[in-house]
């Protein structure tokens, strides 16, 4: 396949490959039945590509350089090979209210290569767009490969056989991230676990690591403070090069009976407060909502028996 000739420099956000990624978990994972006993469910889901996902990617375009921030998912009707209009600018007119500078520069789909039938869905984004950006995420695992599975398309008119014709072509792209992100990619690169487990069982065993480093110093501290006490009362004799040692540990300790610690520490067992009251409210308002909306349909439906009017 050719390469650009455009001069567009590409930049495209890590969230943008998460959100392609999500979609296509979901979707497989919703596709595919439940394997039998005795089956390999690891190997049988990373042979098969499973069914493919569309959407539309939206960025800003400065200049020649084309920036690709965030992306959304769209309907697929594969009976007529098309996406579901009403629905992309309802999606469109969504997110123009919460990203007002961002622009629907193209769209997503997923599979090892692009493919004849995504020049129509191409060419119809074009009223949109008059030159989308194709971005393609190969979801097959390839563990030779260094390479991020990710190629984005342009499409230029080129004269083939003396008729022209619009084709996909490839370009180049560079990963562009701002500070949240590499927080949340850091973030997620550290919860992925290491040895094929889920995350919940990774981060338990990172909690009971942590319950046996706390039990083990109490037991501890415990047996120093019985040998004190029994030094104290004359049971065994005086160390002084054991108390020297206990004398230097506790002035390693924070002082925290000073009133800065206990500024500190009100003010942040007020935030905590302050949060678990906030969650406290927001469940109650939900679930009185949810009595207002019931009670509103009970006394609708005896208003048109009766002529009573709603509750609220």
């Not at 119809?124 to 190969?138: F, G, K, Q, R, T």
């Not at 006490?229 to 925290?256: C, D, F, T, W």
């Amino acid at each position: 396949m050719a390469s650009s000739s455009s001069g567009l420099t590409f930049k495209l956000h890590p969230l943008v490959i998460v959100n392609i990624s999500d979609h296509h978990t979901r979707v497989k994972s919703q596709s595919q039945p439940p394997i039998a006993n005795g089956g390999d469910a690891t190997s049988a889901s990373s042979n098969s590509p499973g069914p493919r996902v569309f959407g539309c990617v939206i960025g800003v375009q400065r200049g020649r350089t084309v920036e690709i921030f965030n992306s959304f998912e769209l309907l697929y009707d594969p009976s007529t090979n098309s996406l579901d209009r009403s629905f992309l600018e309802k999606k469109q007119e969504l997110y123009k209210k919460v990203f007002p500078n961002f622009y629907i520069l193209g769209w997503y789909s997923t599979g090892a290569d692009a493919e004849e039938s995504d020049m129509h869905i191409h060419k119809a984004l074009m009223d949109i767009n008059e030159s989308p950006v194709y971005v393609l995420l190969n979801p097959l695992i390839n563990h030779a490969q260094k390479d991020l599975p990710v190629t984005i398309f342009e499409s230029e008119m080129h004269v083939i056989d003396g008729i022209p014709q619009l084709i996909l072509v490839r370009s180049s792209y560079t990963i562009e991230t701002v500070e949240a992100e590499r927080i949340s990619v850091d973030h997620v690169a550290h919860l992925k676990p290491s040895d094929g487990g889920s995350a919940a069982t990774q981060l338990a065993a990172h909690l009971t690591g942590i319950h046996s480093a706390i039990k083990m110093l109490n037991s501890r501290v415990r047996v120093l403070h019985h040998y004190l006490n029994a030094m104290q009362k004359g049971e065994i004799p005086y160390e002084n090069s054991l108390l020297r040692q206990v004398s230097s540990l506790l002035r390693r300790l924070p002082a925290i009976e000073s009133e800065k610690f206990q500024d500190e520490f009100l003010m942040e067992y007020n935030d905590t407060l302050l949060i678990s009251y906030l969650a406290m409210f927001t469940d109650c308002s939900s679930t009185m909502n949810d009595l207002v909306d019931k009670i509103n349909v009970a006394y609708d439906r005896q208003s048109r028996r009766g002529g009573r009017t709603a509750f609220i």
